[in-house]
C-alpha cells in the first residue's frame, strides 16, 4: 500500500505528447499462454466495465463480471444522451488532440493532471474508429460521412453523437461485445449481484464478495486483479439524472479497505434536467447539454412573472448567459450554467409555479433552420420532454433546472488506473480521473471508453506479469471468511433494526442536507452544519430504519438500505472534501471565494492538488493526502468564459 | 438444410407461399364456379371433365392437395409452438391494437378445413369413385346442393371465415416473405382487403343466387 | 384521486402466485406509474407488510429494466412509453388497474412483478454483434455509408431490450428484438460481413429458447416503447432466406 504522503501517480517522464507511447512500450507483458491462467473481475458492465471486460477477455484472461441489474446492457451510461468528443478535426475548425486536452483540462478549472487529460484526448480518435466498426450509428451527413455538433465549454464542434441516445448505442455496443465473450466462453457473466465488499490478501486485491440479489446468497469470488467500474455516487443527492438504483457502495468498500478516496466534493450539477415538480418524484430527467448547442435559456426580466413564456415578449426576457458570457453564450460550461440558473432563480426571475425552473426555448432555432433540421438533431430529446411534460417544445419553451449528475470524485488512481490498493483498479466514472473539479459534456463516454478498451487493457499486463505464477486463488482462506462475516453482519443488523422510518425517507432527507448546504452552492457554516446533520442522520438510521422482507431473498428494500447506509459515509466524506478547499473551483464554489461579479475564485497557490482521503476508523475522520498537480505544459489561467 | 427445415422463419415461409399458391387458386376456382350460373350444365360439366381427365391438371391436383396439407400442417405445427411459449395466460385479454383476425387465424382455418373435408367428400371422392354419385354431371350436383339450406348456410359461413383468413392472411404472407416496403406495402394491405372481401363474396353470390332462383 | 390497485403477488418461481387488491386514496396525476407503486409500498412497509417487489432502474425509459403488463397492455395505455415514463394523468379517479409480471415461457416470473429476461441476453450472445476486435479498427469515415441506412439503423439500434414485444406478443415471440439487432447491422456495411451467420444464429437460439414464433399480428410494433417498426421483421426474414439459399 501507499505510504501516507507519498502518492505516487506514476506519471511518466519525457514531453507531454508522447508520454502515453513511451509508457506503453516500457510496460511488462502478459504472455498468452499465461493470460489464460489469470483471472480477472470486473465489476460494473457499462462504457467501462463491459468495453474493459469485453477487451480483457479478447486479450486471452478469464473474466467474471458483476453488475446488480439484470442483464449488462441496463447499466446507466445507457442514459448519456448528447455525444462523445474526439479531436477528428473532421470540421476543419482546427481542433486537435492538444485543444481537446485543453478545453478538458480548463473546462475542469486546472484540478487534473495534464498527463491523464492528454491521453483521453490522444485516444479519443481510437474510440470512435473502434465504436463505428461496432456498428454504432452515429449521425452522418448526406455524403455519408460523420457528423459532429457543439458542446458547452468548447469552440469547435467535436461532439459526435447518435441523436439523443449516444450513450445507448456506445454502451450498447460494449455489451455486444462482451456478449460476444460470453458467447466465447472467456467472461462468466453475473448478473443480479451486489458486490457490497472487497477482499484483500496479503494487501492486494484478491477478490469480492457479493450478494445474489435473486436468492439473496453471500458469494466469494476470487481473481488475480480486480476492476471497479461502478459509476458515480450522484444518488447520494437523492433525486439526480442516475438511475435509482446507482450507488456507491463498491467504491466505499474500497476506501474502507484503503483505497484513498479523491475529491469527493466535486459533484456536478447538471444545468439542463426536468425541474422538480411534487414529492412523489424519484428522478430528475436529463435533458441533454446538446440542446444548448440550438436552445436559448432566459427568465423573465421581471420578478415573479407567472406568465406563460408565449406571453412574455421578446424585450422582457433576459438572455442572461449571452448576458453573461458573450463569448460562449448558451454554450458555457455545466457548473457555469447551473450557477447562473440558480442565481436568477434566488433573485426571484425563475418560472413555473415553484420559481425554481428557467426556459429553454427553440423558436429562433425553428425559424432559421427549420423545423425538421431541428427535428433530426433532437427529436428523441423533444419527444421525451413531451412524454414527461405533456409540453411541446416545437412550440413552447422548456422548462428545466440543474440536477445531481455526476461526480467527477472518485477513487483515487495513478496513471496505469490503479487505485492503493495493489491489484484494484478504478475506471470510469469511479475513478477520480480526467474531468477535475468539472466535466465537460461528451467527454464521460470518451472517458469510459478510453478507460475500458484502451488504457487498462494495456496497464493491468504490468502488474500482472508478477502474478503469472500466482495459482487461482482460493476462496476458503481467512480473509474470504471475514470479508463475508462484515457483509452477513452488516445486512442482519440492518433487518434487525426493525424501526418505524423507511429507507427511503432517510434518503430523502440525506439529500435534502447535501443539496441545501453542499450543492451549487456551499460555504463553511452551511457545510459544518450539514457534516452535524449527516452524522445526526446516520445514527437515527442504524436506530429506526425499517427494513421488511427476508434476507434470504429478491428484498429490494434491502438493496436500498445496504446503499442508503454508505451514502452517509459518502456525504460525509463529500463535505469533508468541501469544507477542506477553501477555494472555489469548477462545481465545487465557495461563497466566501467568489470574485466580485459572481465568478469562482481559484486558489493555485494553496489548493493545486488532489485530494485524496485515507478511511481511518470509523469513529476518526479520515486524513487528507494532497497529490501536487504539476503544470508542465499548460499554466493554469482564470478560467474565463465571458 | 435440416436446421433450414427446422427454423420457425422456413415453416413460416411454407405457410406463407402456400397459402399465396392458394390465393391464386381461389381465384381459378371461382372463374370455374361461375359456369354454373349458366343454364347450359355442358359447359360446367366439359370444364370438370376436363379438370378429371387432362394429365397437367392431375399433377396439379396432387401438387393442391400437398400444398394443403402442407400449410395445415405446419400452421398447427407453429400454432402449437406459440401456444407453448406462453404456458401461463394473461388474466387480462389483450388490449394491444393488433390486425383484428390474426388472433383467431388458427380457428378459421379450422371452419375452412371442416368445409373443405365436406367438399371433398362431395365432389373429389365421387371423381375418384370412392363414394357414390353421378360424377359425369357436377353441375347437377352442385345444384342439388345448393338447394339445401343447410349446405347453404354451411357455405356462407365457410366463406365468411375464409374472408377472415385471407383479411390477415394476405398481407402476413407477403410480409413473412420479406415485402414490406414503405411506398408499397400499404397498396398490399389494401389490396389484400379487397381480396379478401370480393373473392369469397363472389364464391357466396354463387349459391346464394341458386338457392333464390328455386 | 382513489386507485384500486389488483398486484399480482408471487412469493417465487414455485409459487402459485395471485392477486392481491389495494386500494390508493391520495394519487396525483403528476406520479409516474412506478412513483405510484413506490408510495404504495412506502405505505405497505409502515403498515407492517411486505412490499411487492418489480424491476426499475433508470426512470427515464431507456435502460430497459421496467416494464408491467398494466390492464391488459404492456406498458400500460399511454403510446410509446416504457412503464417508468406512463403518467398515473393516464387513469381517471376510481379506476381499476390490474398489474400483471411479463407472461412468457422465456420470461419465467422471479417474484412478484418481477421476471427473468436474461433469454433476451442470449439472443444478443447468439449473434448480436460485430466481431470487431479492440484495436483493430479502420479510421471512422473509410467507410461512408448513405445518411438513409445509417438512419434505418438508428432506428433499429434504439431497442432498450425490455421486452415488451415479447410480452405483448399472443405468441410470445422475440421476432420484433432479434430483428432489430439483425436490420442494424444489416444495412450497416461494417455489419454484413457477418450478415448471414448472424441471422442465422439468432433465429435458431430464438427457437431454442422457447420464444413463440411470428404471426405479424403487429401487437409488438404498437406497444414498442421506442416505436420499432415490424419492416425490420421482414427485413430479418428477406436475410434469413437469402443467407439459407446462398
Known sequence: MQQPGKLDAKIPGGPLKDKWTKHKASLRLVSPANKKKLDIIVVGAGAAGGSAAASLAELGYNVKVFVFQDSPRRAHSIASQGGINASKNYKNDSDSDYRLFHDMLKGGDFRAREANVYRAAEISNNIIDQYVASGVPFARDYSGYLDNRSFGGVQVSRTFYAQGQTGQQCTLAAYQALSRQIKAGKVTMFSRRDVLELVLIDGKARGVIARNLLTGEIERHSAHAVVFATGGFGTVYYLSTLAINSNGSAALAAYKKGAFMANPSMAQIHPTCLPVLNDYQSKLTLMSESLRNDGRIWVSSKKGDKRNPLDIPENERDYYLERRYPAFGNLVPRDVASRAAKERCDAGYGAGETGLSVYLDFKDAIKDQGEEVIGNKYGTLFDLYRKITGINPYKEPMKIYPASHYTMGGLWVDYNLMTTIPGLYALGEANFSDHGANRLGASSLMQCSGDGYFILPVTIGDYLADEIKTPQIPTDGPEFEEAEKAVEGKLSKLMSVNGSQTVSSFHKKLGQILWTHSGMKRNEKGLKQALQEVAELQEEFWKDVKVPGKLEHLNHELEKAARVADFFDLAKLIITDALDRNESCGAHFREEYQTEDGEAQRDDDRYAYVSAWEFTDENKGPMLHKEKLVFETVTPTKRSYK | MRRFLGSSLTKKLVVALAGLFLIVFLLVHLAINFLLLKSDPSVFNSAAEFMASNIVIKVFEVVLLLVFLVHILMSVILQIQNWMARPTQYKVGTRSKTSFFSKYMIYLGGIILIFLVLHFFHFFFIKIGWIEGDSDNFYALAHDLFKLPLYVSIYVISFVALSFHLNHAFQSAFQTIGFNHQKYTPTVKFLGVLYSILIPAGYIVIPLIIFLSE | ?246
Open chain 3, 1 to 246: 384521486m382513489k386507485i384500486t390497485l389488483k398486484i399480482w403477488r408471487q412469493e417465487s418461481a414455485q409459487d402459485k402466485g395471485g392477486f392481491v387488491t389495494y386500494k390508493m386514496d391520495d394519487v396525483s396525476t403528476e406520479m409516474t406509474f412506478p412513483e405510484m407503486l413506490d408510495s404504495l409500498n412506502e405505505d405497505l412497509i409502515k403498515r407492517n407488510e411486505v412490499p411487492f417487489a418489480f424491476d426499475s432502474d433508470c426512470r427515464e425509459g431507456i435502460c430497459g429494466m421496467c416494464g408491467l403488463y398494466i390492464n391488459g397492455r404492456p406498458n400500460g395505455p399511454q403510446e410509446g412509453v416504457t412503464t417508468c415514463q406512463l403518467n398515473m394523468s393516464m387513469f381517471k379517479d376510481g379506476d381499476t388497474i390490474t398489474i400483471e409480471p411479463w407472461r412468457a415461457k422465456a420470461f419465467p416470473v422471479i417474484k412478484d412483478l418481477v421476471v427473468d429476461r436474461t433469454a433476451l441476453d442470449k439472443l444478443i450472445q447468439a449473434g448480436g454483434f460485430i466481431s470487431a476486435k479492440t484495436g483493430a479498427a479502420p479510421e471512422a469515415n473509410a467507410i461512408p455509408v448513405s445518411k438513409e441506412e445509417s438512419d434505418i439503423a438508428f432506428d433499429a439500434g434504439v431497442c432498450i431490450g425490455c421486452g415488451t414485444c415479447v410480452a405483448s406478443c399472443k405468441n410470445a415471440s422475440a421476432m420484433l428484438f432479434i430483428s432489430a439487432k439483425v436490420s442494424q447491422f444489416a444495412v450497416l456495411p461494417q455489419g454484413r460481413v457477418e450478415a448471414k451467420e448472424r441471422v442465422q444464429t439468432m433465429v435458431a437460439q430464438m427457437d431454442a429458447l422457447g420464444f413463440g414464433n411470428c404471426t405479424n399480428t403487429g401487437a409488438c410494433e404498437a406497444e414498442c416503447p421506442k416505436e420499432i417498426k415490424l419492416s425490420n421483421i421482414a427485413r430479418m426474414n428477406r436475410e434469413f432466406y437469402k443467407a439459407k439459399i446462398s
